[in-house]
């Protein structure tokens, strides 16, 4: 069974242009979070799907961030416009059920975003 | 707001020898789960030991364990017989509703 898979693995832009980062969870989990982890800092929740509805989007930092999950399947992070803050290593993962507080997440060997 | 405490930012250990990492933790909520999760370089972060507050025993896997001591607010992970594939970045989390809160991760070395 494939995991979480993430692409791309590392991304270089210039400030001010737009980036995709695309999540494809494990087959059938309903749960999809985001995580960003910023200049070797704690991990920081960004937010998070159940299905193709956000559940929780308390962590995106501003209006420039954008995540969809189409169908309930993958999931895409859009940043418009790069600021240079936002490069980081950015984490998908993914969780069987919805409302399994104690389940393992799955995660994805992040996506490496650098901003010049 | 849960908060998720790592002191120490790297530790070393002899292979064979045994490691302790600390996670200190803060919130209002008497039911939870804890988490340590390890990210070896280059790879994707995987679970090592889950604890659930509500149990008093202290989780195990091989050898990994962790003492929990939910009164002072603190979850530690003890690796005994350490290996050289036990080196990692190793984070420790604390489950809310909809995610994990992370702690700033400890760098574990495995030296020969």
């Not at chain 1, 695309?22 to 960003?36: A, Q, T, V």
């Not at chain 1, 060997?109 to 901003?115: D, K």
């Not at chain 2, 039911?31 to 370089?41: A, E, G, I, M, V």
Request: net charge neutral; hydrophobic share 30%; aromatic share 12%.
């Amino acid at each position: 069974e494939a995991g979480v898979t993430q692409f791309p693995s590392h991304s270089v832009i210039e400030k001010g242009q737009t980036v995709t980062l695309r999540c494809d969870p494990i087959s059938g989990h309903d749960n999809l979070y985001w995580y960003r982890r910023v200049m070797g800092k704690e991990i920081k929740f960004l937010l998070h799907f159940v299905k193709e509805s956000k559940q929780d989007e308390s962590g995106m930092p501003n209006n420039r961030f954008l995540a969809e999950r189409t169908g309930g399947t993958y999931s895409t992070l859009k940043v418009q416009p790069a600021e240079l803050e936002d490069s980081g290593v950015y984490f998908c993962a993914s969780s069987p059920r919805a409302g399994d507080v104690g389940g393992e997440l799955f995660f994805g060997e992040g996506s490496r975003l650098t901003v010049l | 707001a849960q908060t998720v405490t790592q002191s120490q930012p790297e530790m070393s250990v002899q292979e064979a020898e045994t490691v302790t990492l600390s996670c200190t933790y803060d919130t209002s909520e008497s039911d939870y789960y804890l988490f340590w999760y390890k990210q070896p370089p280059s790879r994707q972060m995987i679970l090592v030991i889950r604890q659930e507050a509500y149990k008093q025993q202290n989780a195990t896997e091989n050898r990994f364990s962790v003492n929990f001591q939910k009164a002072a607010k603190s979850f530690s992970l003890k690796i005994s017989d350490s290996q050289l594939g036990d080196a990692a970045m190793y984070f420790c989390a604390y489950r809310r509703k909809t995610g994990l809160t992370f702690g700033e991760g400890t760098q574990l070395t495995v030296n020969p």
